[in-house]
């Protein structure tokens, strides 16, 4: 019944700032003790999580990517949205979000409540 939908800008140019948003539908971003995270995917490589934003609003951060990620909630709109500052073709990836009783969900199981992704290409 719960369902996530991702969305983006699409194409952005190095330097830019990147606004994610993830809109969930059939659950609140706010039942406790679930935490809504921020998964990418580039192209020919692995799983990699971001960080993710609690039910209480706590934030959850992956040190590589701190520096450059800004995590927030609408709870009005039900929405998760992360912000991608500093972008570099490095940072184009599919991005997924996900829904899961942990800040850390299995990559390996793909465990938790996942949206369709939404691609994001940095070029100039």
């Known amino acids: 019944q719960v369902q996530l939908q991702e969305s983006g800008p699409g194409l952005v140019k190095p330097s830019q700032t990147v606004p994610l948003t993830c809109t969930v539908s059939?659950?609140?971003?706010?039942?406790?003790?679930?935490?809504w995270s921020w998964i990418r995917q580039p192209p020919g490589k692995g799983l990699e999580w971001m960080g993710a934003?609690?039910?209480?609003?706590?934030?959850y951060y992956t040190p590589s990517l701190q520096s450059r990620t800004s995590f927030s909630r609408d709870t009005s709109k039900n929405q998760i949205t992360l912000q991608l500052s500093s972008v570099t073709p490095e940072d184009t990836a599919v991005y997924y979000c996900?829904?899961?009783?942990?800040?850390?969900?299995?990559?390996?199981?793909?465990?938790?409540?996942w949206g369709q992704g939404t691609q994001v290409t940095v070029s100039s």
């Open positions: 934003i609690a039910y209480s609003g706590i934030v």
């Open positions: 996900v829904g899961a009783r942990t800040p850390r969900p299995d990559l390996t199981r793909r465990g938790g409540y």
């Open positions: 059939g659950g609140s971003i706010t039942t406790p003790d679930f935490y």
